[in-house]
């Protein structure tokens, strides 16, 4: 049974920093793409960020891109999305994904292709 849990979410000011958990079990953690999407009011899910199962590819929405950094941890069936300099924009529910191990970072940005899902964790960002 395939269990995806977020963590980490809450309420900071603009210009803050949130880091995000995802712990996942049930299947091959270390042989899974994984990824964060978020969703806000009244808008379609996106994509933010993506890891390869090995760790050494990722990639990153542009409107996050040098302000948001996605990690694994294999270990400990954990992914982590570490955002910095948060804006009222990041407001959001995020959802920590499991994709495949064939998946290409680089182009998997629309979320029916992705797996497994968690239920989300809410981001508030105050201006």
């Known amino acids: 049974q395939v269990q995806v849990v977020e963590s980490g979410g809450g309420l900071v000011q603009a210009g803050g920093s949130l880091r995000l958990s995802c712990a996942a079990s049930?299947?091959?953690?270390?042989?899974?793409?994984m990824a964060w999407f978020r969703q806000a009011p009244g808008k379609e899910r996106e994509f933010v960020a993506a890891?390869?199962?090995?760790?050494?590819?990722?990639n990153y929405a542009d409107s996050v891109k040098g302000r948001f950094t996605i990690s694994r941890d294999n270990a400990k069936n954990t992914v982590y999305l570490q955002m910095n300099y948060l804006k009222p924009e990041d407001t959001a529910v995020y959802y920590c994904?499991?994709?495949?191990?064939?998946?290409?970072?680089?182009?998997?940005?629309?979320?029916?292709?992705?797996?497994?899902w968690g239920q989300g964790t809410q981001v508030t960002i105050s201006s």
């Open positions: 994904a499991v994709g495949g191990k064939t998946f290409t970072v680089a182009t998997m940005t629309t979320p029916r292709l992705w797996n497994y």
């Open positions: 890891i390869k199962w090995s760790g050494d590819s990722t």
């Open positions: 049930g299947f091959t953690f270390s042989r899974s793409a």
